[in-house]
């Protein structure tokens, strides 16, 4: 039986994703055979394919989250049934109809969830939520910032932090400052000259805590944010698509020099680090974003619902900047 996969044979741009089929792969023991409902299109994979993802050389398959069905566990695998809906963090492996992975990397997705939705929560929702909770450790009333606020992240940052009753303010251009309205943030036009003079403006001397996705020399924008004693939560690296290695090396370096300085803290948070299959903080976070969603109390914001064909498409919008919210692949229509 054949299926269909994406796989990156040499380090480019969105054209490199091509589309192949392959034979079907049988679980081994231990080991379930997913059907692959929904992928997430994230900023790991546009590293990955850029030859900026430590450690990966092609060919290989993009896709960092997934949810889907269970069609065929493996030997000795009794913690699921066929046809459940789980959800998983494989980082490799993603964009595709089919994968096989460890049963103890799986976990149980609410039935009646829809799958593009569930699946914004596997990874963007999860890093939001630690980092508010478990990296900078948040208290009602505290302002925040919140860098690329209508990104996946960013919105998700934005539904958790109302919940956590918190001051929020975030950038964004303004064709997506009504969004961050509506989610109860304060919009900033991050485009605009003076931005820094202008945030510790607005909140009378600086933010309790901001949250950095871009990473390299950004930090220090970031930094002159905060008020003495606040805390700088660095998650990503945007800036190395155009700057390349030299602002991934930046960051680190200007983050240990910083630290160096009393008053402020910079946090560093990568999801990666803490997988499901080792972390039973990954899943007991999940399980609670899994329930959140079922009551209502947030909603991912979905970009697009793309077929899996038009995975290069989506690397397009992702990296140019114009998704709003998390764009999700259906690998099985």
Not at 5 to 34: F, H, K, N, T
Request: hydrophobic share 40%; charged share 20%.
């Amino acid at each position: 039986m054949k299926y269909k996969r994406v796989v990156i044979s040499r380090y480019g741009g969105p054209e490199v994703l091509q589309v192949v089929g392959d034979e079907i792969q049988e679980p081994r023991p231990g080991e379930v055979r997913i059907k692959i409902l929904a992928a997430g299109v994230a900023w790991g994979d546009i590293l990955k394919r850029s030859g900026l993802g430590m450690g990966v050389r092609p060919p290989f398959t993009p896709g960092y989250d997934i949810v889907g069905e269970v069609e065929k566990p493996g030997d000795g695998v009794t913690s699921v049934k066929i046809g459940q809906m789980v959800a998983a963090l494989p980082v490799f492996g993603g964009y595709a109809e089919y994968i096989c992975l460890p049963a103890s990397e799986l976990i149980q997705v609410p039935p009646d969830l829809d799958p593009a939705q569930a699946v914004c929560l596997v990874m963007n929702y999860v890093v939001a939520y630690q980092m508010l909770h478990r990296t900078a450790h948040v208290k009602p009333g505290e302002r925040v910032l919140i860098h690329n606020a209508a990104g996946g992240v960013g919105t998700a940052l934005l539904q958790l932090g109302q919940l956590a009753k918190l001051e929020i303010y975030g950038t964004a251009s303004s064709s997506k400052h009504e969004l961050i309205t509506r989610l109860g943030g304060v919009p900033i036009d991050y485009k605009k000259e003076g931005v820094v003079e202008h945030v510790l403006a607005m909140t009378g001397g600086g933010v309790d805590v901001a949250f950095d996705p871009i990473g390299g020399t950004h930090i220090w924008q970031s930094y002159r944010m905060l008020h003495k004693g606040g805390r700088l939560v660095v998650y990503g690296a945007h800036t190395v698509i155009q700057d390349g290695v030299f602002k991934l090396m930046a960051g680190p370096v200007l983050s240990s020099y910083l630290n160096l300085i009393p008053g402020k803290r910079i946090l560093n948070y990568n999801v990666t680090r803490s997988k499901y299959s080792t972390s039973e903080w990954c899943r007991e976070d999940l399980s609670r974003l899994f329930a959140l969603l079922a009551q209502g109390k947030v909603k991912p914001v979905i970009a697009e619902r793309m077929p899996l064909v038009d995975a290069a498409r989506a690397h397009e919008l992702l990296e140019k900047g114009s998704a709003t919210g998390k764009i999700v692949l259906i690998c099985n229509t």
